[in-house]
C-alpha cells in the first residue's frame, strides 16, 4: 500500500527510473521500476528544442523584404540633399550689434583728396615693381633655355640626364623673413594663441601678439 | 634644288664613309670643313644625330649659385609707409569696436558713476567680478610685458660691413663668391669644378660646394643648369681638346645658416649690386641674368 501511494504522488514531478536489482528488498523477488524524482541540477543537454524549418517560403519572404527595403531607399534618395549652411556667409549677430558702431568720424575734404592721391601714387609703383618682376623672372628663363640648348649640342646624356625631374626637391620648406631677426639661445615661454571664433581685428590686439616678433 | 641634292649626296657618302671605323673620325672632320663651307648646314646636323659624336672641344664644369635668402623683411619705401598708414586709418575707421574695447567703455563709465555723489552699489551686484580687474589694467600689464622682451636688433652696421659674414644685411638675397684659380689667374667667382666622366652636371656642382673649406648645407633646385658661360682661351694656349670652357650654373638655396667654422678669406657673401665689383664683365653679364634681386 506505501508502495502505491507514493508511486501516486511522484507521478507528477519528473522522475528519474532506478533498477530495482540494487535496492536490497526481500519482499518482491520480481523486478519493479521505482521513480525516484530528480530536484537536483539538470545535467543533461535539453534534447526538446526543433531545429529552424527552412521552408520554401521563406527565402521568397527575404526577398520581397529585401526589395521593399530598396523602394524605401530610392524613395528617400530622391529628396534633394540639404545644404549646409557656410559659417563664413551669414553675418553673425555679434556685428550687427549697434553699441558696437564707433562714433562717425569726419574725413575731411583735403583727407579724402590726399587718399586718392596716394592710391593712384601707389597703383604706378606696384605696376612698376610688377614690371620689374616680370622682366627678371623672363631674364632667367632665357637663361636657362640658353643652357639647355648649350648642353644639348655638348653632350646628350647629360642634356637628358639634366631634364630628369628632381624628386628628393619637393616638399620644400623654407622659413619666411620674420620682422627681427632670430635670437640665438631664446627659449620662448610656454603657452597657446588663443584665437576665438570671429575675431574682430582692432587696436589693442597688436599689443597681445609680442610672440609674432620672434 | 642644290642643296637638298648636295645633303642626299653628303649622306650617301657619310655612310659609305662609316663603314671604315678607324679612318672615319679623320675624313669626318675632313668633310666638315668641308661641308661648312659650302651651305649645306643642315648635313652637319643629321651627320650628328646618325654618328656618335666626336668629342666636343670644349671643357667642362659646373658651378654653384648658392644664395642666402632674406632673413628679415625688407624696410618700407617712404611711399610704402605712408600707404601702410592711410591704409590702417581706413580700416580703423570702417571697423566695429572689438569686445576689448566695449570693456574700456563700459569701465570707464562704471568709474565715473562711482565717482558721481549719488551713487547706488546695490545695482552693479551683477558685475561684481569684473570689478576685479579693469581692462585698462590688462592692457598695462600687457605694455608692461612687450616692453620687457627684447627683439634681436634689424640692422647691424658693423655686420653689414664684413663681407665674409653670413649674417650680414639680412634683408638682401646674398651670392657665395669664391676666389678661384683659373688657368694661372686668381679670378672671384662662383664656385667651380671641373667635371669627371660617369656623373651628372648636378653633381659636379654638388662637388663645387662640397670642396669649399666652410661645411655648407644646401638644397639644390632641380636637375637642370640655370646658365651657361663659356669662354675660349686664348690663342696661344689652345690645344686640340681644349678649346676653350664651358661653365654651367645651378642654382642652390642655403638650408642653414648658422656660422659653424669661423669666415674664411676667400669666401664672400654679395648682393647683387655688389657682384659688379667683383666679377670679371662679360662673366657678370651672364651671371646676372639669373641671379634675381626681388
Not at chain 1, 620644400?172 to 603657452?191: I, L, M
Not at chain 2, 639680412?170 to 671641373?194: F, H, I, M, N, R
Amino acid at each position: 500500500m506505501s508502495l502505491a501511494f507514493t508511486r501516486c504522488i511522484f507521478r507528477g514531478l519528473p522522475q528519474y527510473v532506478v533498477q530495482q536489482s540494487l535496492l536490497v528488498d526481500g519482499h518482491n523477488a520480481a523486478k519493479s521500476v521505482i521513480c525516484v524524482p530528480s530536484m537536483t541540477l539538470r545535467t543533461t543537454v535539453p534534447l526538446r528544442a526543433e531545429p529552424k524549418k527552412k521552408k520554401k517560403v521563406d527565402p521568397k519572404r527575404e526577398l520581397m523584404m529585401r526589395e521593399r527595403l530598396k523602394k524605401r531607399l530610392k524613395k528617400l534618395e530622391k529628396v534633394p540633399p540639404e545644404l549646409i549652411p557656410i559659417e563664413d556667409f551669414v553675418t553673425s549677430s555679434k556685428c550687427m550689434d549697434e553699441e558696437r558702431t564707433r562714433s562717425a568720424q569726419v574725413v575731411s575734404f583735403e583727407e579724402n583728396e590726399r587718399r586718392a592721391l596716394l592710391l593712384k601714387e601707389w597703383s604706378r609703383y606696384k605696376r612698376e615693381q610688377h614690371m620689374a618682376e616680370m622682366k627678371s623672372i623672363e631674364s632667367a628663363l632665357e637663361a636657362q633655355r640658353e643652357a639647355l640648348d648649350e648642353l644639348k649640342i655638348t653632350s646628350e646624356e647629360l642634356y637628358q640626364a639634366a631634364l630628369k625631374p628632381d624628386f628628393s626637391l619637393l616638399p620644400f620648406t623654407h622659413e619666411g623673413p620674420a620682422y627681427t631677426p632670430p635670437k640665438s639661445q631664446y627659449e620662448a615661454p610656454d603657452g597657446n594663441i588663443m584665437m576665438q571664433p570671429g575675431f574682430i581685428l582692432s587696436k589693442s590686439v597688436f599689443i597681445m601678439q609680442e610672440h609674432c616678433i620672434n | 634644288m642644290a642643296a637638298p641634292c648636295g645633303r642626299m649626296a653628303s649622306r650617301y657618302v657619310i655612310q659609305f664613309l662609316s663603314t671604315f671605323p678607324r679612318t672615319t673620325s679623320r675624313m669626318i672632320v675632313g668633310f666638315r670643313h668641308f661641308s661648312s663651307s659650302c651651305e649645306c648646314r643642315v648635313a652637319i646636323k643629321t651627320k650628328s644625330v646618325s654618328e656618335p659624336v666626336s668629342p666636343s672641344p670644349y671643357r667642362l664644369a659646373a658651378a654653384v649659385c648658392l644664395q642666402r635668402l632674406p632673413v628679415i623683411s625688407a624696410d618700407c619705401a617712404p611711399l610704402e609707409q605712408s600707404f601702410k598708414d592711410m591704409m590702417l586709418q581706413i580700416e580703423l575707421e570702417k571697423s566695429l569696436l572689438s569686445d576689448h574695447e566695449l570693456r574700456l567703455i563700459e569701465d570707464a563709465d562704471r568709474l565715473r558713476r562711482k565717482q558721481a555723489e549719488d551713487y547706488d552699489s546695490d545695482e552693479e551686484d551683477s558685475h561684481m567680478d569684473q570689478d576685479i580687474v579693469l581692462a585698462q589694467d590688462l592692457e598695462d600689464a600687457w605694455e608692461q610685458k612687450f616692453r620687457n622682451f627684447q627683439p634681436a636688433p634689424r640692422v647691424r652696421d658693423d655686420v653689414d660691413k664684413e663681407l665674409n659674414s653670413v649674417q650680414r644685411c639680412l634683408t638682401d638675397s646674398l651670392v657665395l663668391v669664391a676666389e678661384q684659380t683659373v688657368g694661372d689667374q686668381k679670378l672671384w667667382l662662383l664656385p667651380q669644378t671641373q667635371w669627371q666622366e660617369g656623373e651628372t652636371l648636378r653633381q659636379t656642382a654638388e662637388r663645387a660646394l662640397a670642396s669649399l673649406p666652410v661645411g655648407l648645407k644646401a638644397t639644390f633646385l632641380g636637375n637642370a643648369p640655370c646658365g651657361v658661360y663659356k669662354y675660349k682661351l686664348p690663342k696661344p694656349l689652345r690645344t686640340e681638346n681644349s678649346l676653350g670652357t664651358k661653365v654651367f650654373f645651378f642654382k642652390a638655396i642655403l638650408s642653414d645658416s648658422s656660422p659653424s667654422t669661423p669666415p674664411n678669406g676667400g669666401l664672400l657673401w654679395l648682393k647683387k649690386s655688389e657682384l659688379q665689383g667683383y666679377l670679371k664683365p662679360a662673366y657678370m653679364m651672364k651671371v646676372g641674368q639669373f641671379i634675381m634681386d626681388l
